[in-house]
């Protein structure tokens, strides 16, 4: 129910326009991904234009769950800046995790879904979020709200660790 709820303010009835992954299986965030992102609804607040700012990520498993790797305007690898975990508490198909769009700024705490478009057979990955640590998934707008759609395998890899 809170997946549907969330959904409702992307503008779209998970039930009705989305087909919800099954409970009985894992969900797989692997791959490319590239969207739009904006705070509360998609406000020009940060020049980027009612349509949202251009966010790209490779995700790919790592230590704790879900690694994004952001992409860099021209496609190349960026540094990790998106942490998911393996899949949800309490079977709600939904991933907690942490976002930083910008070295040194506040974090956002924010809560991922995957949905696959019914007539298009589309994978999308739904993000919203706030700095406050504890998210409330009931609140009228997020300051942060992300969809992505997948766009081929994930190129990136996690630099591997020196010690």
């Given at each position: 129910m809170m997946i549907g709820i969330v959904?409702?303010?992307?503008?779209?009835?998970?039930?009705?326009?989305?087909?919800?992954?099954?409970?009985?299986?894992?969900?797989?965030?692997?791959?490319?991904?590239?969207?739009?992102?904006?705070?509360?609804?998609?406000?020009?607040?940060?020049?980027?234009?009612?349509?949202?700012?251009?966010?790209?990520?490779?995700?790919?498993?790592?230590?704790?769950?879900?690694?994004?790797?952001?992409?860099?305007?021209?496609?190349?690898?960026?540094?990790?800046?998106?942490?998911?975990?393996?899949?949800?508490?309490?079977?709600?198909?939904?991933?907690?995790?942490?976002?930083?769009?910008?070295?040194?700024?506040?974090?956002?705490?924010?809560?991922?879904?995957?949905?696959?478009?019914?007539?298009?057979?589309?994978?999308?990955?739904?993000?919203?979020?706030?700095?406050?640590?504890?998210?409330?998934?009931?609140?009228?707008?997020?300051?942060?709200?992300?969809?992505?759609?997948?766009?081929?395998?994930?190129?990136?890899?996690?630099?591997?660790?020196?010690?």
């Open positions: 959904a409702f303010w992307f503008g779209s009835s998970a039930a009705a326009d989305d087909k919800m992954q099954p409970n009985s299986e894992p969900v797989s965030l692997a791959g490319r991904w590239i969207g739009t992102y904006g705070h509360g609804g998609f406000s020009d607040e940060r020049g980027c234009g009612t349509e949202g700012c251009k966010l790209a990520y490779d995700m790919v498993a790592c230590k704790d769950g879900w690694c994004g790797i952001a992409l860099k305007a021209d496609m190349s690898c960026g540094d990790v800046s998106l942490h998911l975990t393996t899949d949800a508490p309490g079977g709600n198909r939904a991933f907690d995790g942490k976002l930083e769009l910008t070295k040194g700024a506040a974090p956002f705490f924010v809560q991922a879904w995957r949905s696959t478009k019914e007539e298009s057979r589309e994978a999308q990955l739904h993000l919203v979020g706030s700095t406050e640590p504890k998210l409330l998934v009931f609140r009228r707008s997020f300051p942060f709200e992300a969809r992505l759609t997948r766009n081929s395998d994930a190129m990136c890899r996690l630099p591997r660790a020196t010690s």
